[in-house]
């Protein structure tokens, strides 16, 4: 049984680029949620998806958006990169109201 | 919104010793208390978690309490063991929201 994957492992990026990650959930959970955790930091919650629609936001720009597919994985866009974006960048998946999450092993965005 | 406080940030202990790890929330609405560890390179894992109607919980080693009316929870861990290093993340659910809130994290070092 997988659990939480998470692609890329690593990216290096400019600033005033533009990078995609992507999320497949654990086996059987339909609701994926994105966490940005900066060095030393806990995690910050950016947004939640359920049925293919944005559930909840945290305090994050519209700069970071998201979108989940018919099969529940899941993708985070950052538009213009900012230095500060740099970070390890967490999915975690659960199943409908069940407030359990399985976080994957991230992804380290770093911009330059 | 829901706050975490968490301490100590850094805790070193020798093997075999006790550790207790404190957090406070703000939402008296709150009513799902996880715990997380963070090894170097790896997303967060669940450990153990308890729910407002609940005043302790035991898995083996490791062991979390909360009191309701001070609004804080804490995680024991006893006969502690050098793969017991790592980070430790307490987060707090409040009631209507979908996700998490996080503490900053408590680093854990075990010495032999």
């Known amino acids: 049984d997988a659990g939480v994957t998470q692609s890329p492992t690593h990216l290096i990026k400019t600033r005033g680029q533009q990078v995609t990650l992507r999320c497949s959930p654990k086996s059987g959970h339909d609701t994926v949620s994105w966490y940005q955790q900066a060095l030393g930091q806990g995690p910050q919650f950016i947004f939640q998806?359920?049925?293919?629609?944005?559930?909840q936001r945290g305090n994050f720009p519209d700069r970071f958006s998201g979108h989940q597919f018919p099969n529940y994985s899941s993708e985070l866009n950052v538009n213009a990169l900012l230095l500060g974006d740099s970070a390890l960048y967490l999915c975690?998946?659960?199943?409908?109201?069940?407030?359990?999450?399985?976080f994957g092993s991230g992804t380290q965005l770093s911009v330059l | 919104g829901e706050n975490v406080e968490q301490h100590p940030s850094t805790l070193s202990v020798q093997e075999g010793d006790s550790a207790v790890i404190k957090c406070t929330y703000s939402?008296?609405?709150?009513?799902?208390f996880p715990w997380y560890k963070q090894e170097l390179g790896k997303g967060p894992q669940l450990i153990i978690d308890i729910r407002s109607n609940v005043g302790e919980k035991k898995d083996q080693r490791i062991a979390v309490t909360l009191n309701k009316t001070a609004k804080h929870f804490s995680l024991h861990i006893t006969e502690t063991q050098p793969e017991d290093s790592a980070v430790y993340f307490c987060a707090a659910h409040p009631t209507g929201y979908s996700t998490l809130t996080f503490g900053k994290g408590t680093m854990l070092l075990v010495s032999p």
């Open positions: 939402d008296s609405a709150s009513n799902y």
């Open positions: 975690a998946s659960s199943f409908g109201d069940n407030e359990k999450l399985f």
């Open positions: 998806y359920y049925e293919e629609e944005e559930r």
